[in-house]
């Protein structure tokens, strides 16, 4: 028996006006139109799976939230609460979107492929930085991996000097870090995932606010073999949890926490594509 208490964690989608100009093959793009609203993605839809990832009986009309902002253009709120218990995982609480394209074997995961996203703070829903958050994350199709996450907050099993800060990290087998910087307030983080699955290698691009993205690493050899699903959202971990974390460890009641998300798209990158526009919404 499970007993739900109800909290609200938010993930926002800001409509990016600022990557329009890009010209690189795409192979998936989540920068939704301004006339969709939320229950729109309860149906299937060229943008992110109807299906994953929310909590039991939960709908994303229930979940997203549609806020004007300057510029005409709109943010996606994503808006789980404390019945965002996704299988059974009484450990996590999650609220994810999943690329409607993206189906574990699809030819996101092949080739060489970049991914973008943009976050922010939502300063009207602050994280609990005691807890680890997962942002933006690959998880194997077979669900043994993540082959890089974007984490924030105090990642478990290690001493986080600032917990405000976003950490890439690669695959979780293997725990390296490849990119840090300071989760500053008010402003939009751009990072781009130059991900080579022949070569199995990761080169971070990153900017802030209108920047031009720019290189922050070589490009790293990480394993990225396993294909799977590119996620977008919150996945807040618990504290104090034992074992299988899924399943157990402290998740406090009553939260309004939440992220603000823009920009997520992935081009093709085999010929060298890569669109380095940062904000210019
Ligand atoms: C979560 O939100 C949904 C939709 O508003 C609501 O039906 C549900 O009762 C909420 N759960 C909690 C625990 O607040
Ligand atoms: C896209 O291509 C057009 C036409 O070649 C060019 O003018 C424009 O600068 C390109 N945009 C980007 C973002 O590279
Ligand atoms: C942050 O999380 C911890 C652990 O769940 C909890 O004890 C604490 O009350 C939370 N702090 C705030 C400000 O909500």
Known sequence: MVHLQYYSVAVSLLLPSWVAAQNCTLQFDGRVPSDLVAA???SPNKFFSEKFVLGQGLKFDQALRVLPVAGGSLVRSAHPNDSSIFNSQVGFRRAELIPASNDGTDPSTQGVKTLHFSVKKDA???LNLSHEYQLVFLESNDFSTNQFVLKTGTILGQNTADP???QVFGNVNQGQLLFSTPFVDGVFHNFALKLDFDQSTTQVFFSAGED???AVTDVLKN???GQGQFHFGVLKKPV??????TKNGFQEAGINEGIIFGGIFEE???DGCITLAGQKA
């Open 240 to 245: 104090g949890g034992q074992g299988d974390i």
């Open 223 to 225: 394993d990225l073999s």
């Open 40 to 42: 729109d993605f309860d």
């Open 212 to 214: 031009p993205l720019k």
């Open 164 to 166: 405000d800060t976003l």
């Open 268 to 270: 093709d990158s085999a």
């Open 124 to 126: 009207a829903r602050p």
